[in-house]
């Protein structure tokens, strides 16, 4: 049994991106529902833990190879982390294992998405390795995103597998075998019927500069890669776009502190008649609070600000910055330090530069005019890891955002798996809330994906491009987008019944064995 439940731990990591086995899904989680059947509840503990946590590990091993420079102890508590992290991921499978032990495997697939949804909430909240998200590539599939998010395709492939099991373990395996066949054309069709041909709405310009993560040091190597940035911008901005997109920090410097700087975009968004929209890093107030931002050029959106150079006052023409962005769910241990706010032991911890980010509080949805539609288009962005919370994304569409912009940094994952990862990951949020989304990621991958999922275009990992394409219009208000995360609230439910009457099916049980 430990074998089969390692086994299959190690095929399910294969089912993620890049390795594209996504079929892998409907079936490796049948050992694990046997086991649960099989064992008593100590032992349905141990081989839940040890599948959850070897999946974690078969899965997210490039943790352990981030390219961040830190010093040597930093470096070895940063592994000892990765490892509990693993152990932490694996205690969820664990619990999914008693609880689906408890009420019975009828219950595994609501289970399943309702500690998936736990995962996303708290301070170290990692909501990576969803199930659901092995079905990225199979847009019609995910078309079930629209109603139930990310949490109902988990669930749906966890009914899949158990039905698997029940065809070879149970009596009437026709029956099972026809439900089955059912519970797969149904979201297929449902998809199939769903996605149609959106119009264009406006052109955009992804630019991914390929700044290496440790190439921002020094003042020579950061005028360097601003003027290699401007260039970049300068020549997008002659392809006629209706807006550029830039990544997470790409102008290095505090752009609102850089009047140079902002002049030099400002131009480029009137000369042109383009938006701007770029990652930056923030300080506020006086420098002494740090925040993970980003803002919007719109042309003639400008004020005229003066300074003195040469005993001559030269008038500047400078962005407004009426919006600006700064990034509400930090990474833990990185940006931040968990609860660093609530525990005051943990703020005597000398931690270094790690975890000196603030979070930031405002839902920003910026408004941008459209040259080529001659309308205006609203956008929010989902600065790196926000783009793999659900519930953050539908609150910026709830408030009116048409297009999602996912603007990171994935260099410091290297050439590992977690690139691929993350980008399938934040193109779900576009079908569960029925908007395009466009990524622009320093080092890739960045894309262009539409309101069903479809990844028109691409770059690769670790060059220098500008993506240039059309950005299909929004759909109307998906069901997940109004109600949110409604089935997992009648998943809760379901499961509260099923353990109210847990008691009372018991005593049955026993009366029955009684009389027999």
Same mark, same amino acid.
């Given at each position: 049994m430990i074998i089969a439940l390692i086994v299959s731990a190690f095929g399910l990591s294969f089912a993620f991106a890049p390795f594209g086995a996504r079929f892998l899904a409907y079936f490796a989680l049948i050992p694990l529902l046997a086991m649960i059947e099989r064992h008593h509840f100590k032992k349905v503990f141990l081989y839940g833990l040890l599948f959850g946590a070897v999946f974690a590990l078969f899965h997210l091993w490039w943790l352990y190879f981030l390219i961040v420079p830190v010093e040597p102890v930093t470096r070895i508590l940063l592994l000892l982390g990765v490892t509990i992290l693993f152990v932490y991921l694996g205690l969820y499978t664990a619990?999914?294992?008693? @609880? /689906?032990?408890?009420?019975?495997?009828?219950?595994?697939? =609501?289970?399943?998405?309702?500690l998936e949804f736990v995962?996303?909430?708290?301070?170290?909240?990692?909501? #990576?390795?969803? =199930? +659901?998200? /092995?079905?990225?590539?199979?847009?019609?599939?995910?078309?079930?995103?629209?109603?139930?998010?990310?949490?109902?395709?988990? @669930?749906? =492939?966890?009914?899949?597998?158990?039905?698997?099991? #029940?065809i070879f373990k149970r009596k009437h395996k026709l029956t099972y075998a026809v439900i089955l066949i059912i519970s797969l054309i149904l979201p297929i069709g449902y998809g199939l019927i769903r996605m149609k041909e959106k119009p264009a709405v406006l052109k955009v310009a992804i630019v991914q500069p390929n700044v290496g993560p440790n190439e921002k040091g020094d003042r020579e190597s950061r005028n360097r890669l601003l003027v290699e940035l401007t260039g970049l911008v300068r020549s997008s901005a002659e392809q006629k776009p209706d807006l550029i997109i830039l990544p997470e920090t790409a102008t290095?410097? $505090?752009?609102?502190?850089?009047? $140079?700087?902002?002049?030099?975009?400002q131009a480029m968004a009137d000369s042109h008649q383009v938006s701007i929209f770029t990652g930056t890093p923030l300080f506020e107030p006086e420098g002494s609070v740090y925040y993970n931002s980003a803002v919007l050029f719109n042309p003639g959106q400008v004020r005229v600000d003066s300074i003195t150079e040469n005993d001559s006052i030269v008038y500047l023409t400078l962005p407004r910055? &009426?919006?600006?962005? %700064?990034?509400?769910?930090?990474?833990?241990?990185?940006? %931040?330090?968990?609860?660093? &706010?609530?525990? @005051?032991?943990?703020?005597?911890?000398? !931690?270094? &530069?790690?975890? &000196?980010? !603030?979070?930031?509080?405002?839902? /920003?949805?910026? $408004?941008?005019?459209?040259?080529?539609?001659n309308t205006a288009h609203k956008l929010s962005a989902l600065i790196c890891f926000e783009s793999i919370f659900p519930d953050l994304a539908r609150e910026f569409t709830s408030q009116g955002a048409d297009m999602l912009v996912n603007i990171t940094n994935d260099g410091w994952f290297g050439k590992t798996p977690g690139p691929y990862q993350h980008c399938e990951l934040a193109v779900l949020r576009s079908v569960e809330n029925g908007v395009p989304l466009i990524r622009s990621a320093n080092n890739g991958i960045s894309l262009i994906s539409d309101p069903y999922a479809r990844v028109k275009k691409r770059t690769g990992l670790f060059t220098q491009t500008v993506l240039v394409d059309s950005v299909s219009g929004p759909l109307r208000p998906t069901?997940? %987008?109004?109600?949110? $995360?409604?089935?997992?609230?009648? +998943?809760?439910?379901?499961?509260?019944?099923?353990?109210?009457?847990?008691?009372?099916?018991?005593?049955?049980?026993?009366? /029955?064995? %009684?009389?027999?």
């Open positions: 619990v999914f294992a008693i @609880a /689906t032990k408890f009420l019975g495997l009828g219950f595994a697939p =609501l289970i399943w998405a309702v995962r996303t909430k708290s301070e170290i909240g990692f909501p #990576w390795g969803f =199930l +659901g998200y /092995t079905q990225t590539p199979y847009t019609p599939i995910v078309q079930m995103g629209s109603v139930f998010g990310v949490y109902g395709l988990s @669930a749906w =492939l966890v009914w899949i597998n158990l039905l698997v099991l #029940w290095i410097v $505090d752009i609102t502190r850089s009047r $140079d700087l902002q002049a030099a975009f910055f &009426d919006q600006i962005y %700064r990034k509400i769910h930090l990474v833990p241990f990185s940006e %931040r330090i968990p609860y660093v &706010d609530k525990i @005051a032991l943990i703020r005597k911890i000398e !931690t270094g &530069d790690m975890g &000196d980010c !603030t979070p930031g509080k405002e839902r /920003t949805v910026f $408004d941008m005019p459209s040259r080529s539609q069901f997940y %987008r109004s109600y949110g $995360d409604i089935f997992i609230y009648f +998943g809760l439910a379901i499961i509260g019944i099923g353990l109210i009457l847990k008691p009372f099916k018991h005593k049955k049980s026993k009366h /029955t064995r %009684r009389l027999t």
